[in-house]
């Protein structure tokens, strides 16, 4: 068996910021719109009126401060509520090609790798915007990277399943090295018009290059110790969208569960024993006491179950810097959020620190991935 080096990471950001303020504003703009349209309904009792949402509620309840989206012009319009991309022809790059190239290049780059360097390509993400030809095949033929790609979606634990998948693949010898990319354009798939969840997530890129290990390999690296993946059966968050939409006799309709759907107070119950034992199970079988970990890098959906999580994992409230967040600035941003946090406070890491990269979401799904740091 091989062992396996992540050797770089990079992140692509959107120009586009959102902050909490600009987003209340054009939702409350929304509902009052949407109440004076359904004025009649609403007075008959037939149909619920919009509250409208708060800026003060969104940080208390969540953390987030702001988001980056590809497009903020139909976000922030009320008469729109969703963004607007433009249409392009399928002889240029596709839009989650263009994000995952700059992604990738940072990881390459930080890698002091090539193209050529590279044997495959994982897309792993929430959601992919066309069915076929895989993301991953474009981004290897734009990047000019033989061998091959495929694409993955676990949720949110997308990009863990995906380092997972990567590293078997180098340990048992069919390929030398997997650039792993996570594009992810939540903005696309969340409901702006639901204010239980519009201020949850954001848009953004990220990318890690995973290879083989060799004995005189000298180069600055995390090696990956081991990972662990887990799935349980929930509907809690679930999104009902698909291929056969067409196909169901009320197919084209508006209908809310077209977009993401939460029972976001259960999430939180259910989700944080099964993360916090997975932890703490990988842990042991790794024989590492959770002492041992300089950093946790959590999925960024939620600042107070990272904080729960960080204190079961430690037994003790765990320093800023040993637990760093993204999600004030980012939002959820679902399978990126952790690589995200990674990829800023990694590099501050000595020789033979050990950290945990752990995501969490729809499925359930959870995955972690002990890391040591070796420069
Ligand atoms: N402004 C003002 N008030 C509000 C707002 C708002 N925007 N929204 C809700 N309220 C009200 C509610 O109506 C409620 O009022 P009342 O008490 O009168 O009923 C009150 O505020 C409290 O509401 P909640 O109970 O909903 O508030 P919570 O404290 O539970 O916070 C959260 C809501 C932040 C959503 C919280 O429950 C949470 O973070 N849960 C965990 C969610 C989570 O981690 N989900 C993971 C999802 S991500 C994932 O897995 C990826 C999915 C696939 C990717 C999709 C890409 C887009």
Redesign the pocket.
């Known amino acids: 068996m091989h062992r396996v080096a992540l050797t770089g990471s990079g992140v692509f950001t959107p120009e586009a910021v959102i902050t909490n303020d600009e987003l209340?504003t054009a939702?409350n703009a929304y509902a009052d719109l949407y109440n004076t349209e359904h004025a009649d309904a609403i007075a008959a009792g037939k149909v619920e009126a919009k509250?409208?949402?708060?800026?003060?509620?969104?940080l208390?309840?969540?953390g987030?401060e702001q988001r980056h989206v590809m497009d903020k012009s139909g976000v922030l319009d009320p008469k729109v509520m969703h963004p607007l991309l433009r249409q392009r022809s399928d002889d240029e790059p596709s839009i989650m090609t263009e994000m995952a190239m700059d992604a990738a290049q940072k990881a390459l780059a930080k890698a002091g790798r090539e193209p050529g360097d590279v044997d495959a390509v994982i897309v792993a993400a929430?959601?992919m915007e066309r069915a076929y030809p895989a993301i991953a095949v474009e981004v290897q033929d734009q990047l000019g990277i033989s061998g091959f790609g495929f694409d993955m979606n676990v949720?949110?634990?997308s990009a863990t399943f995906g380092i997972q998948a990567a590293s078997d693949m180098i340990r048992s010898g069919s390929v030398r090295s997997v650039l792993m990319v996570n594009p992810?354009?939540?903005?696309?798939?969340?409901e702006w018009r639901d204010?239980?969840?519009?201020?949850?997530?954001g848009d953004v890129c990220t990318a890690v290059l995973l290879e083989r290990l060799d004995e005189d390999e000298g180069r600055p690296h995390f090696d990956i110790r081991s990972t662990r993946c887990l799935t349980q059966f929930s509907n809690?968050?679930r999104?009902n969208n698909g291929y056969l939409r067409r196909s169901r006799p009320d197919g084209v309709a508006d209908r809310r569960d077209m977009?993401?759907m939460?029972?976001?107070?259960?999430?939180?119950k259910e989700?944080l024993p099964i993360v916090s034992s997975h932890i703490l199970g990988h842990l042991e079988e790794e024989a590492t006491s959770p002492d041992a970990l300089k950093r946790l890098w959590l999925?960024q959906?939620?600042k107070?179950?990272n904080d729960f999580i960080g204190r079961k994992v430690l037994g003790r409230t765990p320093a800023p810097d040993e637990q760093p967040n993204i999600l004030q600035n980012y939002a959820?941003t679902?399978?990126a959020g952790s690589i995200i946090a990674f990829s800023q406070y990694s590099d501050d890491l000595s020789d033979g620190d050990l950290g945990l990269i752990c995501s969490?979401?729809?499925?359930?799904?959870v995955g972690s991935v002990l890391v040591r740091k070796v420069n």
């Not at 992810?184 to 969340?190: D, F, M, R, T, V």
């Not at 969490?360 to 799904?365: I, P």
Request: with cysteine; net charge negative; proline share 0%.
């Open positions: 209340v939702f509250e409208h949402s708060s800026s003060e509620f969104i208390k309840a969540s987030i929430s959601n949720a949110c634990s992810e354009i939540c903005s696309g798939h969340l204010r239980d969840c519009h201020f949850i997530f809690n968050i999104n977009q993401f939460q029972e976001g107070r259960k999430v939180f989700v999925h959906a939620n107070s179950m959820n679902s399978s969490f979401g729809a499925g359930y799904s």
